[in-house]
Each structure stands twice: as C-alpha cells, then as structure tokens.
C-alpha cells in the first residue's frame, strides 16, 4: 500500500506517494536540501532549480557509475566462480589420480612380497 509523505526540498512541499518508509523517504529529502544547500554555498547566484540540476547531474552520475561498478564486480565474481568450479574439478580428478595410484602401489607391494 502507498504512503502518501510530504517532504519539503529545496523551499517547496511535495506530496509523494510511495511505498517506501517515511523515515526513508525524509532521509533522502533531508540528503537533497543538504547537498542543494552546499551547492547554493559554493555559488551563491544559483536558483534552487539551477542547483537542483547540478545535484541530479551529479546523483545520475554517481548512478551510472555504481552500475557499472556493480556490473563489473558481477562479472569478476562470474569469473571466480567459474575458475573455483575448475579447480573443484581438477582437485577431484587428482583426488582419483591418487587413490587409482595408491591401489596400484598396494598391488606392485603386494607381489613383490609374494
């Protein structure tokens, strides 16, 4: 079910229906008018909406940065994944390597005993 929070950014109130957490929704509000805040700090002849801009530029950016992030961190762990499958693989064979080459060691000790 939707919640239907008022969050206030940047001066102006905003209704938003979501279902997301209100305590979750105000964290990001209180994020936004922070980071606005620091913007209109740097450079006090932006508006609000030139600043909100710049933060949504800067928030996509952070956006697209992370999934490619995340999509490479997928791939590397695809990788390992697969190299410790092989290795699995190798480590079982030579499990059976070795016990093929121990029953053959019994049987040549057993003849020579004979």
Same mark, same amino acid.
């Not at 490619?68 to 064979?93: C, F, H, P, V, W």
């Given at each position: ?40 700090? +740097? ?23 992370? +999934? ?34 121990? +029953? ?9 005993? +004979?």
């Amino acid at each position: 079910m939707a919640n239907k929070i008022r969050l206030v950014v940047g001066g102006i109130e905003y209704y938003i229906n979501t279902e997301d957490d209100e305590a979750y929704v105000q964290k990001l509000g209180d994020e936004l008018n922070r980071h606005l805040d620091e913007l209109m700090k +740097k450079n006090p002849f932006l508006s609000t909406t030139m600043a909100a801009v710049l933060a949504a530029l800067e928030y996509c950016d952070e956006s697209k940065k992370a +999934k490619i992030d995340a999509e490479n961190l997928r791939a590397q762990m695809k990788s390992y994944i697969e190299d410790a499958g092989t290795a699995r693989l190798e480590a079982d064979e030579a499990r059976r390597e070795i016990e093929r080459l121990n +029953k053959e060691n019994q049987a040549l000790r057993a003849r020579l005993v +004979k």
